[in-house]
């Protein structure tokens, strides 16, 4: 049964850069079945998709945070990371690690992670 | 900007059936938008259930499938039940490994 497990500070600083990574257990990273993902969601409201990325390094990234956005792949950690730099307040959220089916679908979440922007 | 557009509310009674919709601000939704379908309980993280349309995702009851009506991607819920109280996020893909999420549609059973 696969686990994806955020991890990474609850709480970044304003104009700082914020860093998760996600650790894969009970599948590979390297599956070419797959892309991983990371989704967000602020308090109260809806799903925002930021971002993918294949186990060769090969990236996707929301068109509105791709000025901001880094994903990168450690295959030798089965593990997959976000940077998301020059942070506001409006980049609090859950931020959840995904697995994607073929990039169009996600088919597993993490528990999700608690990122606060603030001083 | 694509907006992809979702019921804010619904409300159903036990044992009813519900479709929710999912379209687009401009353009029509087809099978080639790959539309999946996503619950959400409260504290919880979204869980999978529809995906490419129509294909449930694994241990998803087939009272949950979906459809292209018309000009929108569908998701209906046949039978429900007090526990199928949730937020429902569609999803479509937009080409070139981009993804938008629906705002969502909050379903209360009573």
């Known amino acids: 049964q696969l686990q994806l497990q955020e991890s990474g500070p609850g709480l970044v600083k304003p104009s700082e850069t914020l860093s998760l990574t996600c650790t894969v257990s009970?599948?590979?990273?390297?599956?070419?079945?797959?892309?991983w993902g990371w989704i967000r969601q602020p308090p109260e409201k809806g799903l925002e998709w930021i971002g993918s990325i294949f186990y060769t390094g090969d990236t996707y990234y929301n068109p509105s945070l791709k000025s901001r956005v880094t994903m990168s792949v450690d295959t030798s950690k089965n593990q997959f990371s976000l940077q998301l730099s020059s942070v506001t307040a409006a980049d609090t959220a859950v931020y959840y690690c995904?697995?994607?089916?073929?990039?169009?679908?996600?088919?597993?979440w993490g528990q999700g992670t608690l990122v606060t922007v603030s001083s | 900007q694509t907006v992809v557009t979702q019921e804010p509310s619904f409300s159903v009674s036990p044992g009813g059936t519900l479709t929710l919709t999912c379209g687009l601000s401009?353009?029509?939704?087809?099978?080639?938008?790959?539309p999946s379908w996503y619950q959400q309980t409260p504290g919880q993280p979204p869980r999978t259930l529809i995906y490419s349309t129509n294909s449930r995702s694994s241990g998803v009851p087939d009272r949950f499938s979906g459809s292209i009506l018309g000009n929108k991607a569908a998701l209906t819920i046949t039978g429900a039940q007090a526990d199928d109280e949730s937020h429902y996020y569609c999803v479509l893909y937009m080409g070139s490994g981009i993804l938008v999420f629906g705002g969502g549609t909050k379903v209360t059973v009573l």
């Open positions: 995904a697995r994607l089916r073929t990039r169009r679908t996600v088919d597993s």
């Open positions: 401009s353009g029509s939704v087809s099978s080639s938008y790959y």
């Open positions: 009970y599948d590979s990273i390297t599956n070419i079945d797959y892309y």
